[in-house]
């Protein structure tokens, strides 16, 4: 991808096998394998509460995922109806090996991570 730098690059260069799409919006750097929404990843200066790795799942899924980073409060497992998000914040001191279990999990097809997106649900 050109343009600005890409938040996190090792999370790309590990996902860089599955040959992921990267979109932009919202302040974030989204990672897309097919019509699937995996992850979001966020760096910015003026807002640094919300820098991290956002991976996308159900609320069916979020608990059972969130187990897999075993130091990572309950707080930062977030859920709004179907939808839900386990997030990596960047400031945990552990941030680095967490993105690296989220990566091996992406890459093992852990069908906890991702979701479509409304729009893509809206086609089928």
Known sequence: MTGATLPFPFVFSELESIRPTIKRAFGFTYVYLDEKLLCGLRHSNKQSNSNGIWLFTTTEH???????????????????????????????????????KACELILDGDQRIGRLTRGQLARK
């Open 62 to 100: 979020v608990d059972s995922l969130g187990q897999e980073f075993p130091q990572l409060p309950r707080r930062y497992l977030w859920r709004s109806k179907v939808n839900a998000w386990v997030v990596l914040p960047s400031r945990l001191e552990y941030f680095e090996e967490y993105a690296f």
